[in-house]
């Protein structure tokens, strides 16, 4: 006889049981203020999550703004109330860039409280990463600067250089 499992039960084990599901990681990272430049890094670290460790990444903000107006208060409140929601669907949340937004803080909180493990990303794991996928990556993704040289340089590579994240911001993962 088959024992019927709850869906409470079923999620568990999908949850705990790696070969079941590749683990959640929460990509957690600013969208407003430089939106653009924003939109095109939350793509690169869902990228970096999947690619270098096999995870699944889970990006609220790359999917709620296609259809919810950020500009709107109401609506950016319902698409962060979504992406919280996301949250406690995952098992990590990654931590991006050296600036923590309002919204961020508010992701972080949440795993806190729903004792979910918080990882900040070290700027020199993305450098290594970028540097490797030259080449490789969809148009557009990452948008590099000609040096004098003739180097080009990422905009991670370039806060890198100008040392904007000093040893000891980020722990390592």
Same mark, same amino acid.
Do not use: W
């Given at each position: 006889m088959t024992a019927i499992r709850s869906e409470a039960q079923v999620h568990e084990e999908e949850r705990t049981n790696p070969r079941i599901l590749p683990?959640?990681?929460y990509v957690c990272s600013p969208l407003r203020g430089?939106?653009?430049e924003n939109v095109r890094l939350a793509k690169l670290y869902s990228r970096f999550?999947? $690619?270098?460790?096999?995870?699944?990444?889970?990006?609220?903000? $790359?999917?709620?703004?296609?259809?919810?107006?950020?500009t709107s208060p109401r609506e950016r409140e319902m698409g962060l109330a979504f992406g919280r929601s996301l949250l406690r669907c995952c098992d990590e949340v990654w931590v991006f860039g050296q600036?923590?937004?309002e919204g961020m803080a508010q992701e972080i909180a949440?795993?806190?409280?729903?004792?979910?493990?918080?990882r900040h990303v070290p700027l020199a794991d993305l450098c290594?990463?970028?540097?490797g996928e030259r080449g490789r990556t969809p148009p557009g993704l990452y948008d590099?600067? !000609?040096?004098?040289?003739? !180097?080009?340089?990422?905009?991670?590579?370039?806060k890198a250089n100008d040392r904007l $994240?000093?040893?000891?911001?980020?722990?390592?993962l």
């Open positions: 683990q959640r990681v430089r939106y653009e999550v999947a $690619l270098t460790y096999g995870l699944c990444p889970v990006t609220p903000h $790359l999917l709620y703004p296609r259809f919810l107006d950020d600036r923590i937004s949440e795993a806190g409280r729903l004792g979910i493990r918080v290594e990463f970028v540097r590099g600067e !000609k040096e004098e040289n003739g !180097k080009e340089e990422t905009a991670y590579e370039e $994240l000093r040893p000891g911001m980020a722990p390592a």
